[in-house]
């Protein structure tokens, strides 16, 4: 077999591209938590796409239901309209996820990538209130249209738009300042202030955990008390469980286990299960003031979507899977955490819930090292945070005990490698 030539993709590409940058190699095949390279070289997956592939690569359910769905020529292409794999879906996520956490939603379907359900969210939030403002926090990411990154916090992602982005209050997230002062008595003041120059907005939007943001986690009772204010005050909650969502905190909803149930809920990457483009935008039914049309996509509605998110479902029937995650949650934790305390060269601290976690570093451009040299061994992994000062570990929800330690033993070896320490001591 020939090989690709690199120069391709240096030649014809835009200089925008930069995941090839950070892992330089042409990928060929991937299944469950493994990639591999054109060269045969093997890689054990701690990225899973983003949080778009939490059920991994290629589930062989999911793939038997997509293939044999083409292969008789369902329907690819509907827009909105009326289809056997919409319908599944839509039943099958009123029964096996809303019903049991007590939600009651209605399910829109946007454009199908994560900004797009973040704009449909904000426009349904002016709509529905009558109001322009939007309280954003900071280090959230949200998206790349205009609006989506309107309340994006990240100074170079927003620079981007090329026009002021406007109608948004940035307020600080839980912990920003620092671990002694509540945040939410800054935002209060300003509501309560008729001096604060800060309008009652439409809407607050939040991620419970900040992915892109360096995996800034929201204490329970931080959320909670959000969730008071915005009801005292008549502001919708949006959630942006784009990231967060599908189970990678340990719970399907993100927000679950601060009981809370948010007006608008974001969600896309995992939602399709298996990698393929999908949104939803869940609301409250008194919020559905759509008349027919007024926001829509030309792929809203993908049907192969349909068919592998219903198939994907099925891992939330009973609590098994998400007993599974909390227990590989709890090992991935507990190794970071002695990770921190052996290595304090670090000279950080481990951020993050569920899977959804990493270690923040003081020293800079450490996390961008550790995760280059974790690549030459054959674990790929991203940094996160303002400063890319995170190393970040999202591997598969359905990855084995014994990949899973194949993966962390791969990022000590980096780590010590980057340190420059000649011998493994967390054993």
Not at 34 to 63: C, P, R, T, V
Not at 222 to 249: E, F, N, P, S, Y
Not at 304 to 329: G, N, P, R
Not at 379 to 392: C, P
Request: charge should be negative.
């Amino acid at each position: 077999m020939n090989k690709t030539n690199m120069t391709i993709f240096e030649d014809l590409e835009s200089e925008v591209r930069s995941y090839c940058r950070a892992f330089p190699t042409v990928f060929t095949k991937a299944k469950g938590w493994k990639m591999w390279d054109e060269e045969g070289n093997e890689y054990i997956d701690f990225f899973s796409g983003a949080g778009a592939l939490n059920y991994g690569h290629n589930d062989d359910k999911m793939k038997q239901a997509l293939v044999g769905y083409i292969m008789e020529d369902g329907v690819t292409h509907s827009l909105d309209m009326a289809t056997k794999p919409k319908a599944e879906f839509l039943t099958a996520f009123q029964e096996i996820i809303l019903k049991p956490r007590k939600l009651d939603y209605k399910v829109m379907f946007p454009g199908p990538t994560g900004t797009n359900t973040v704009e449909a969210a904000l426009k349904l939030a002016r709509k529905a209130t009558g109001r322009t403002d939007i309280i954003s926090f900071t280090n959230g990411f949200h998206g790349m249209t205009i609006g989506s990154l309107a309340v994006t916090g990240n100074a170079f992602k927003r620079k981007g738009a090329g026009i002021p982005l406007t109608n948004v209050v940035t307020m600080p997230y839980d912990n920003f300042v620092n671990e002694g002062l509540d945040s939410l008595d800054y935002l209060e003041q300003f509501l309560t202030e008729g001096g604060s120059g800060v309008d009652i907005p439409a809407a607050v939007i939040l991620e419970t955990v900040q992915g892109e943001g360096g995996l800034n986690a929201a204490r329970t009772e931080w959320l909670q008390r959000l969730d008071r204010i915005c009801k005292t005050h008549d502001i919708l909650m949006i959630i942006d469980d784009v990231q967060a969502g599908v189970g990678r905190t340990g719970t399907f909803f993100s927000f679950e286990e601060a009981g809370i149930k948010p007006d608008i809920v974001c969600l896309s990457k995992s939602i399709g299960g298996y990698g393929t483009p999908f949104a939803l935008t869940l609301f409250k039914p008194e919020l559905d003031l759509w008349e027919p049309g007024e926001h829509n996509g030309t792929f809203r509605g993908n049907n192969h979507a349909f068919v592998t998110a219903t198939v994907a479902l099925d891992y939330w029937k009973d609590t098994t899977f998400e007993q599974s995650i909390k227990a590989k949650s709890g090992t991935v934790h507990a190794f970071l955490t002695k990770l921190v305390d052996t290595y304090s060269e670090i000279q950080g601290h481990v951020k993050g819930r569920g899977l959804m976690i990493g270690i923040e570093s003081q020293v800079e451009g450490l996390a961008s090292k550790v995760a280059q040299e974790a690549f030459t061994r054959g674990l790929i992994m991203e940094t996160a945070g303002a400063n890319d000062e995170v190393f970040k570990l999202f591997p598969a929800l359905t990855i084995d005990e014994g990949a899973l330690e194949k993966g962390l033993t791969i990022l000590e070896d980096s780590v010590r490698a980057v340190l420059g320490v000649k011998e493994a001591v967390t054993n």
